[in-house]
């Protein structure tokens, strides 16, 4: 087999100029994890080691990582010379390089080193077993490949100069070298390890790659059988690659589980790979992979599969070289024209994941072109079928939440921008999109759902929403994404903020709620006092004017004295006794027979009445009309101090008497429960409610009879938009009222602008709702102006059930209905 010198100087090159980053990776990380284990310690010696350990580390970055990749490359080179001599014979395998196994074989060898080379070769053992489990797979790959490369016959993983000994070696020689204290040095291996065992990994994938699309094909691996020695019956045979008496049996990474393999050549199993260069295989492991989690998610890929993709990645970068003017397409700005047509009767401009976005706002990956190159880097740097897959998904579920027509567009364009950093969680967790409480998705899901809060993207709120949300989608794609961290912290920062601007409108709507609830109280108990009131048996000969009086406004007013209670009287502030004084001063025939009891009682009797209902907060002029029949009611015994004999009393009593005073019909004296809560002017004016009051107390005049034009307009006004849509016949304006649950988003036309509003609050009889729209103004109204509003279309119901859910839908209907979806072997 020849030597590929150009080829393996290319990895040895590749491999040295990725160990900067990677150990300043390594560097971050350790210190972080001595930063936590520095907070977590309850004891000082301790704290003050794990302190005095990430400063020095720190300290040492900036010279360690121009030193480390030097030293690796003066390392490679004299691990190619000593491969090149080590290489004809098969009998002189040296032990694994960089280990001091053999030095301290016996009890001899130690007396020949001093404790710190003792101290030092145990560290470098430790970092290299943390370092093996972890680069494992990928480095059995890369030995084949690099076996080959320097023209050996058959797999020889201890000659590979990119083996993890000789970068756990030159590691552990340089941080001997630049601290004398062992506590410190132990401590820096110990966190320095797992960070070099993952960056390794990504590094011997890159190589693996890099060989593969040079068409290089790997060695065999072959046994050589060892025979059983005699003796005292501790003969052994040893196993594996390369394995003979001088090696002391040591198990290569890489070897073939399982023992003796065959001396003839390794071929793979058939099934070792996924050819996904076949579309008919690729769609049916994809469909597989959406419904049912991929059985074949695990599985490699084919070497073919690399040398398409990096096809595809040339094209695409040489396009990019070639591109002398902007994509056609291209959004700069936004549509400035769309602004003054109205928010809910704009025209639908199609976003999707190949979209021009505002180079602006997210820089280099508003190009379609550069998200597909790194959509094809990522494919190509992947090692499994699930991660390709995986890729996928996101790139289609970016694809139909783009095309969501219920998010504003720049929503949806911010969707298409976040896409490189979900790839980048793809390749990590290719399943996170199943997972409803995955970080990366709850990310998604919580934007769109926040943005329902908005129905136009030119207004000052929206902007305002939209600034941060950019601000973190490009933090996002400027990040290596390890895991779902980044996105669950990103969501956290979001939520911060939207928890503030919640608590500032919370506290004006909940005032608002407050006096709602109260008043539905009130009511209730209002009601039930008034059906009491129509069983006393001393009804008789009262006008219905005074029933109305009792049955509505002061009954009204004894619920409130009885809400507002805090010594638990049974008739607080006695207006309950003012109810039989008030019927027996309006029955002439008995006034007539005491008219000095009456002259007595009227001003208590007065001074009562007004009392509660200043108490409860209504406007004097509302029961003036009552109080002007109660004085005609009570003018004839009034009369009595200018009559001068019993037959001008008599006479007076024989007047005619008027509507108002005359007795209260079977109908009148019934108690109806009131339609919805009685309000004050301030109340409902704090609520939102925009129509005027009746002039009878305790009701609400409905929009249906009275509508300022600031509030509502037929649907043909200026700024209403649809004015050619047909009003909504009311069999069909009912069930969608009946329809909206609290936390429902609708589109409400109020004081000459489309608002977003959201249902916080229903009476529990459903005959008030309550809306708030952006920073929390309320907008109140009855069933019949609701249902009004519903059928002139200025109240318009917003669908915003699960975005990445219906996303998803989307593409399992897409892939079920692909000619090619049933699931393919490959």
Same mark, same amino acid.
């Given at each position: ?6 080829v393996l100087q290319s990895c040895l090159q590749e491999a040295a100029k990725a160990a900067r980053p990677a150990l300043e990776r390594c560097i971050e990380a350790a210190v972080a994890a001595l930063q936590l284990a520095e907070a977590q310690s309850e004891q ?13 580390? @720190? ?26 001599q080590a290489a004809p014979s098969a009998s002189s395998i040296p032990a694994l390089a960089g280990t001091s196994t053999q030095a301290f074989a016996s009890a001899d060898a130690f007396s020949l080193v001093d404790d710190a080379d003792v101290s030092q070769a ?39 100069? @990119? ?40 590094? %011997? ?15 065999? %691996? ?23 008496? &001088?090696?002391?049996?040591? &198990? ?10 065959? #001396?003839?050549?390794?071929?793979? *199993? ?15 492991? =994809? ?11 695990? !599985? ?19 396009? !990019? ?88 567009v720049p929503v949806r364009e911010a969707i298409v921008a976040l896409e490189p950093s979900l790839l980048r969680l793809a390749m990590v967790d290719p399943h996170f999109f199943n997972d409803e409480d995955h970080a990366g998705r709850r990310l998604i899901e *919580? ?6 809060? %908005?129905?136009?993207? =030119?207004?000052?709120?929206?902007? $305002? =929403?939209?600034?941060?949300?950019? !601000? ?31 608590? !500032? ?16 109280? *009130? ?6 006092? $008034? ?77 009562? @009445? ?29 009369? @009595? ?12 009593? $024989? ?15 019934? $108690? ?76 409400? %036309? ?58 998803? #839908? ?17």
């Amino acid at each position: 087999m020849a030597l590929q010198p150009d080829v393996l100087q290319s990895c040895l090159q590749e491999a040295a100029k990725a160990a900067r980053p990677a150990l300043e990776r390594c560097i971050e990380a350790a210190v972080a994890a001595l930063q936590l284990a520095e907070a977590q310690s309850e004891q000082v010696g301790e704290r003050d080691a794990l302190a005095m350990a990430w400063r020095e580390l @720190l300290k040492n970055k900036p010279a360690w990582s121009i030193q480390y990749p030097a030293d690796l490359r003066t390392t490679f080179s004299s691990g190619v010379a000593a491969a090149g001599q080590a290489a004809p014979s098969a009998s002189s395998i040296p032990a694994l390089a960089g280990t001091s196994t053999q030095a301290f074989a016996s009890a001899d060898a130690f007396s020949l080193v001093d404790d710190a080379d003792v101290s030092q070769a145990i560290e470098s053992s430790r970092l290299l077993q943390q370092i093996l489990p972890l680069v494992e797979q990928p480095l059995a790959e890369l030995n084949k490949l690099m076996s080959t490369v320097q023209g050996l016959p058959n797999v020889r993983p201890e000659l590979n100069p @990119l083996r993890p000994e000789v970068f756990a070696q030159t590691l552990r020689e340089m941080v001997f070298a630049a601290s004398s204290e062992p506590a410190i040095t132990s401590l820096w291996l110990k966190n320095l390890a797992d960070p070099l065992g993952r960056e390794l990994t990504l590094v %011997y994938e890159r190589i693996v790659n890099q060989l593969e699309l040079a068409k290089v094909k790997g060695a065999d %691996y072959r046994v050589r059988h060892t025979p059983v020695s005699g003796g005292k019956g501790r003969g052994s045979h040893k196993t594996g690659p390369g394995s003979d008496s &001088s090696n002391g049996g040591a &198990s290569m990474a890489g070897t073939p589980r399982g023992g003796y393999v065959s #001396d003839e050549p390794m071929a793979p *199993r058939p099934s070792q790979y996924a050819d996904l260069s076949d579309p008919e295989i690729k769609d049916g492991m =994809f469909h597989d992979f959406l419904l049912n989690g991929g059985s074949n998610a695990n !599985r490699g890929l084919a070497p073919a599969y690399y040398a398409t993709i990096e096809e595809e990645l040339l094209a695409l970068k040489a396009a !990019r070289e070639s591109a002398q003017a902007p994509l056609t397409g291209s959004r700069d700005a936004p549509h400035a024209g769309n602004q003054k047509v109205p928010a809910v009767d704009r025209p639908p401009r199609p976003v999707n994941e190949r979209s021009q976005l505002n180079q602006e706002v997210w820089g280099s990956y508003s190009r379609p072109r550069e998200r597909d190159i790194l959509h094809t880097q990522l494919k190509k740097a992947a090692r499994q079928v699930g991660q390709v897959l995986g890729l996928e998904v996101v790139r289609k579920l970016v694809d139909q939440v783009a095309q969501d027509s219920r998010l504003l567009v720049p929503v949806r364009e911010a969707i298409v921008a976040l896409e490189p950093s979900l790839l980048r969680l793809a390749m990590v967790d290719p399943h996170f999109f199943n997972d409803e409480d995955h970080a990366g998705r709850r990310l998604i899901e *919580r934007v769109a759902q926040r943005s329902f809060k %908005y129905n136009d993207e =030119f207004s000052p709120e929206f902007l $305002a =929403f939209f600034e941060p949300l950019t !601000r973190a989608f490009n933090e996002l794609n400027g990040l290596s994404i390890e895991d779902a961290q980044p996105f669950a912290m990103s969501l956290a920062t979001l939520e911060h903020g939207w928890d503030e601007q919640d608590q !500032r409108e919370a506290k004006n709507r909940n005032n608002v709620l407050q006096t709602l609830r109260f008043a539905e109280e *009130r009511q209730t108990q209002a009601d039930q006092i $008034a059906l009491d009131l129509s069983t006393r048996s001393d009804l008789d000969k009262v006008s219905g004017l005074v029933l109305d009086f009792l049955f509505g406004p002061w009954a009204l007013v004894m619920a409130h004295a009885r809400l507002t209670d805090t010594r638990n009287q049974i008739d607080p502030m006695g207006f309950g006794s003012v109810v039989p004084d008030l019927l027996w001063s309006v029955k002439r025939e008995v006034t007539l027979k005491r008219p000095a009891k009456l002259i007595e009682m009227i001003p208590g009797l007065l001074g009562q @009445l007004h009392a509660g209902l200043a108490l409860l907060g209504q406007d004097p002029r509302e029961n003036d009309a009552f109080f002007e029949g109660l004085m005609k009611l009570h003018r004839p015994v009034l009369k @009595l101090r200018r009559l001068k004999s019993r037959r001008d009393a008599q006479e007076s009593g $024989a007047v005619p008497l008027a509507p108002e005073e005359l007795p209260a019909s079977p109908e009148q004296r019934r $108690a109806k429960v009131a339609e919805q809560p009685w309000l004050r002017r301030d109340d409902l004016d704090a609520a939102g409610f925009e129509d005027t009051l009746s002039s009878v107390p305790g009701e609400l005049a409905a929009l249906e009879e009275e509508m300022p034009a600031a509030t509502a307009m037929p649907a043909s006004a200026e700024g209403v938009g649809d004015a050619c849509l047909p009003e909504l016949p009311p069999a069909e304006a009912a069930p969608i009222l009946l329809g909206l649950r609290t936390g429902n988003w609708v589109d409400l %036309y109020s004081r000459r602008r489309w608002l977003r509003a959201q249902l916080v609050w229903a009476s529990a009889k459903g005959t008030l709702f309550m809306f708030v729209s952006h920073g929390g103004q309320p907008h109140s109204m009855t069933r019949r102006s609701c249902e009004r509003l519903i059928r002139e279309r200025l109240l318009r119901p917003v669908h915003t059930h699960g975005v990445v859910a219906q996303a998803l #839908d989307a593409v399992a209907t897409e892939v079920a209905m692909s000619p090619r979806a049933e699931p393919a072997a490959a």
